[in-house]
């Protein structure tokens, strides 16, 4: 990794005011930087927003590239037959890998419930923990 670009980068970064919090930059299994913006520092807890959803599709393609999951059309709950679904209804079942990553979060944590930011704390990743079965 070029240790110059890296450094451009976040010069740019902070010059642009970007709306950045923090940037973690990983390679090769090290952590290569880790850097905070606009007064954020390690110690800061905020809502992530969208953040749960590109990591569900990046674990998505991940799971299907190496065969853990044969197709983007397949059930959800097939995949957790070992496990005991609460409030189990149509759509939970009908949930499929490819379907929208939104909408495998919201209905994954909120059990079928719009999942928005003044019901976080009372959501199931919260409460519970193995939050999947929710």
Request: proline share 4%; net charge neutral.
């Amino acid at each position: 990794m070029d240790s110059q670009k890296l450094a451009q980068m976040l010069e740019t970064i902070q010059q642009e005011r970007l709306n950045l919090h923090s940037l973690l930059v990983i390679r090769h299994g090290y952590m290569v930087s880790e850097t905070y913006f606009a007064g954020y520092d390690a110690d800061n807890k905020h809502a992530q927003y969208s953040c749960t959803k590109s990591v569900v599709s990046t674990l998505i393609g991940i799971a299907l590239d190496q065969g853990s999951i044969d197709s983007l059309a397949h059930p959800v709950l097939d995949y957790f037959s070992d496990r005991p679904i609460e409030n189990r209804d149509p759509q939970k079942e009908s949930m499929k890998f490819g379907g929208s990553a939104h909408d495998a979060v919201r209905i994954g944590l909120a059990g079928g419930r719009p999942l928005l930011p003044e019901t976080w704390p009372k959501a199931g990743m919260g409460r519970n923990s193995c939050w999947i079965t929710r």
